[in-house]
T-cell receptor, first 113, second 111 residues
């Protein structure tokens, strides 16, 4: 593979609906990160995995958010009962330890109506 | 936690002039400072980084300087070109996992 991929690239949903995003990291990268970027701001850390273990979670990750990386390869980020404030670009990144060769994916832009 | 401040928020320069963007950080444990360039609607892309054991790093027209004592680091772009126009983000990290980003600088290079 040539980079980090994310699916879908755009998602429009109504408030209260659940959404799930997928991230496929660079295959040899065992670290995977989720960040959120709102308009005019820098990315904010949400969570990261080393292999299948979720090692760190931000306080931004409320109980409506859950992330998984079941086999240590791709990861999913689910948002339940979406709110308008969840509208943002959700960026995935992957790296080798200890944060070497960090690369962002193209992002999933979420719009909650 | 870490707090990264970035200035200016917008910057316009004439083509061929230099551009300087400055960031300060609060956590003395931070030891890795990358800079990202983000074009409209695209992912942030790493353009240069510096570790705390180095005071300056240069890559062609781009350079980064770090002052650990004062807890600030700067991005310098020389001989600016229109394609340098983008939003630039600085970041700081002590772990290589959780990065704290600045709020971005929108650079416009006027032909």
């Amino acid at each position: 593979d040539t980079g980090v991929s994310q699916d879908p690239r755009h998602k429009i949903t109504k408030r209260g609906q659940n959404v799930t995003f997928r991230c496929d990291p660079i295959s040899e990268h065992n670290r995977l990160y989720w960040y959120r970027q709102t308009l005019g701001q820098g990315p904010e850390f949400l969570t990261y995995f080393q292999n299948e273990a979720q090692l760190e979670k931000s306080r931004l990750l409320s109980d409506r958010f859950s992330a998984e990386r079941p086999k240590g390869s791709f990861s999913t980020l689910e948002i339940q009962r979406t709110e308008q404030g969840d509208s943002a670009m959700y960026l995935c990144a992957s790296s080798l330890p200890p944060g070497k060769d960090w690369i962002f994916g193209p992002g999933t832009r979420l719009t909650v109506l | 936690g870490e707090n990264v401040e970035q200035h200016p928020s917008t910057l316009s320069v004439q083509e061929g002039d230099s551009a300087v963007i400055k960031c300060t950080y609060s956590d003395s444990a931070s030891n890795y400072f990358p800079w990202y360039k983000q074009e409209l609607g695209k992912r942030p892309q790493l353009i240069i980084d510096i570790r705390s054991n180095v005071g300056e790093k240069k890559d062609q027209r781009i350079a980064v300087t770090l002052n650990k004592t004062a807890k600030h680091f700067s991005l310098h772009i020389t001989e600016t070109q229109p394609e340098d126009s983008a939003v630039y983000f600085c970041a700081a990290s002590s772990t290589g996992n959780q990065f704290y980003f600045g709020t971005g600088t929108s650079l416009t290079v006027i032909p």
